[in-house]
């Protein structure tokens, strides 16, 4: 009779799964261009007066939400010193702050979106985000695929469905009776809106992520749900009336500015952007909608929610929602 083989597993081999803090929204409210900071005072109070309404509705309708009405939501600004630097924290900032409170916001943490890129990591170590990121990435097989495409970790390319053969063909050349095929959505109801996402350009060290894929990335870090062998990343540094660097790099990627704020990270996120970036953020959605994650990681906001009578979606990306208002 055959002895049942007995396995050990090292539970020290396996990093604890660090537990983060949560709001119920982290609200966004804003991801502006150097160039637009570059249009002055009167860019920036335009903006934030147009989003703040919108600010207010999304408080409320997360308040209706919760049985006690008492609502967790923290607000964030996204600055991107990734693509362009014209300006410096200490020139750039307090005019930033001081438009939101014209209009009666606060932001509670201010971040920098090449913290998505790479950030600093424990032991003054580097954490490549993006490019942890983009391991986690699963592409869904579309139906009748025949796995022709290279990987997206080759390609730099992500798409939602099924993309028109590369091969071109037409009918009155193609003896076979090949005709062209139009791409498909995996996901399509009654018809197909195709989207083929590109992740990054250039390669090794010349690399540059594209702002679609370090979108991505800034939703899951607002979301919680990235971790660094089982450490939180990108944790907020207070920042306690200080005086702001001059140089983007001496600034810690995330920033606590209200010390009575609530949590960063959030059982759900809304964004409020110009509509620019609403091709942007469909393509964050396909990213979302393949990206891998520790089933450790996704039961602390899955449970935790649960019990506060705010439960979230399964689906990653129908935890994040958007406002797009005229004229932001």
Same mark, same amino acid.
């Given at each position: 009779?055959?002895?049942?083989?007995?396995?050990?597993?090292?539970?020290?081999?396996?990093?604890?799964?660090?537990?983060?803090?949560?709001?119920?929204? $982290?609200?966004?409210?804003? &991801?502006?261009?150097?160039?637009?900071?570059?249009?002055?005072?009167?860019?920036?109070?335009?903006?934030?007066?147009?989003?703040?309404?919108?600010?207010?509705?999304?408080?409320?309708?997360?308040?209706?939400?919760?049985?006690?009405?008492?609502?967790?939501?923290?607000?964030?600004?996204?600055?991107?010193?990734?693509?362009?630097?014209? $300006?410096?924290?200490?020139? =750039?900032?307090?005019?930033?702050?001081? +438009?939101?409170?014209? /209009?009666?916001?606060?932001?509670?943490?201010?971040?920098?979106?090449?913290?998505?890129?790479?950030?600093?990591?424990?032991?003054?170590?580097?954490? &490549?985000?993006?490019?942890?990121?983009?391991?986690?990435?699963?592409?869904?097989?579309?139906?009748?695929?025949?796995?022709?495409?290279?990987?997206?970790?080759?390609?730099?390319?992500?798409?939602?469905?099924?993309? +028109?053969?590369?091969?071109?063909?037409?009918? +009155?050349?193609?003896?076979?009776?090949?005709?062209?095929?139009?791409?498909?959505?995996?996901?399509?109801?009654? &018809?197909?809106?195709?989207?083929?996402?590109?992740?990054?350009?250039?390669?090794?060290?010349?690399?540059?992520?594209?702002?679609?894929? =370090? /979108?991505?990335?800034?939703?899951?870090?607002?979301?919680?749900?990235?971790?660094?062998?089982?450490? +939180?990343?990108?944790?907020?540094?207070?920042?306690?009336?200080?005086?702001?660097?001059?140089?983007?790099?001496? =600034?810690?990627?995330?920033?606590?500015?209200?010390?009575?704020?609530?949590?960063?990270?959030?059982?759900?996120?809304? $964004?409020?952007?110009?509509?620019?970036?609403?091709?942007?953020?469909?393509?964050?959605?396909?990213?979302?909608?393949?990206?891998?994650?520790?089933?450790?990681?996704?039961?602390?906001?899955?449970?935790?929610?649960?019990?506060?009578?705010?439960?979230?979606?399964?689906?990653?990306?129908?935890?994040? $929602?958007?406002?797009?208002?005229?004229?932001?």
């Amino acid at each position: 009779m055959n002895q049942p083989i007995a396995s050990f597993r090292e539970t020290s081999a396996e990093p604890p799964t660090a537990s983060v803090p949560f709001s119920h929204v $982290s609200l966004e409210l804003g &991801h502006l261009y150097m160039e637009d900071f570059a249009e002055g005072t009167t860019r920036l109070r335009r903006h934030f007066a147009t989003a703040r309404p919108w600010a207010d509705a999304v408080r409320a309708g997360t308040e209706a939400r919760l049985a006690n009405g008492r609502a967790r939501v923290s607000t964030c600004f996204l600055i991107d010193d990734y693509f362009s630097r014209l $300006s410096t924290p200490d020139r =750039l900032i307090p005019p930033l702050l001081g +438009a939101a409170a014209d /209009a009666g916001l606060t932001i509670d943490y201010l971040a920098r979106e090449s913290g998505c890129a790479v950030a600093p990591g424990v032991d003054r170590s580097e954490l &490549h985000l993006a490019e942890s990121v983009l391991h986690r990435l699963v592409e869904s097989p579309p139906p009748g695929g025949n796995g022709f495409r290279p990987p997206v970790s080759r390609t730099g390319w992500i798409s939602n469905g099924r993309r +028109a053969p590369a091969q071109r063909t037409s009918a +009155a050349l193609d003896s076979a009776g090949t005709t062209w095929q139009p791409p498909s959505e995996t996901t399509a109801r009654g &018809h197909s809106v195709f989207m083929d996402v590109e992740l990054w350009s250039g390669s090794g060290e010349e690399r540059t992520w594209s702002c679609a894929f =370090l /979108a991505s990335v800034w939703q899951l870090v607002r979301l919680g749900l990235l971790r660094d062998n089982g450490r +939180a990343v990108l944790t907020p540094t207070p920042w306690d009336d200080r005086e702001f660097p001059t140089e983007w790099d001496d =600034l810690p990627p995330v920033v606590r500015l209200n010390p009575r704020a609530e949590p960063f990270t959030a059982y759900s996120t809304c $964004s409020v952007l110009p509509t620019r970036f609403l091709a942007v953020e469909h393509a964050v959605r396909v990213v979302l909608g393949q990206v891998h994650l520790e089933a450790a990681v996704l039961d602390q906001a899955m449970s935790r929610s649960e019990r506060e009578g705010f439960t979230v979606p399964a689906d990653i990306a129908d935890r994040t $929602s958007y406002v797009f208002p005229p004229g932001l």
